[in-house]
């Protein structure tokens, strides 16, 4: 499974971005979909996840201002509402295959400017 992630850039605190990633080669073993991101000197984090029904799962944290979709099995994308200067990161998109299989895009970075 290969993962393209896109649609990061430079927004300004309260304003929205939409990021998108398009999964391509094994798109039928992918159990669930999901976006993590990394802000600058800290580990890694789950953003949100969706499962192959649909169903979305958020940290309590970002319940609200995040809201993850899909659009067949191909495209998954973030949208990301009234955002802060923490939300600045290195967004990747991560697809789980046959439940166990991690697969990672290559990142998108999203700065927030106050």
């Known amino acids: 499974v290969q993962l393209q992630a896109s649609g990061g850039g430079l927004v300004q605190a309260g304003g929205s971005l939409r990021l998108s990633c398009t999964a391509s080669?094994?798109?039928?073993?992918?159990?669930?979909m999901a976006w993590y991101r990394q802000p600058p000197g800290k580990q890694r984090e789950l953003v949100a996840r969706?499962?192959?029904?649909?169903?979305g799962y958020y940290p309590d944290s970002l319940k609200g201002r995040f809201t993850i979709s899909r659009e067949n099995a191909k495209n998954t994308f973030l949208q990301m509402n009234s955002l802060r200067d923490d939300d600045t990161a290195v967004y990747y998109c991560?697809?789980?295959?046959?439940?166990?299989?991690?697969?990672w895009g290559q990142g998108t970075l999203v700065t927030v400017s106050s």
């Open positions: 991560n697809a789980i295959v046959y439940g166990t299989q991690f697969y």
């Open positions: 080669g094994g798109i039928a073993s992918i159990t669930s």
């Open positions: 969706i499962s192959s029904g649909g169903r």
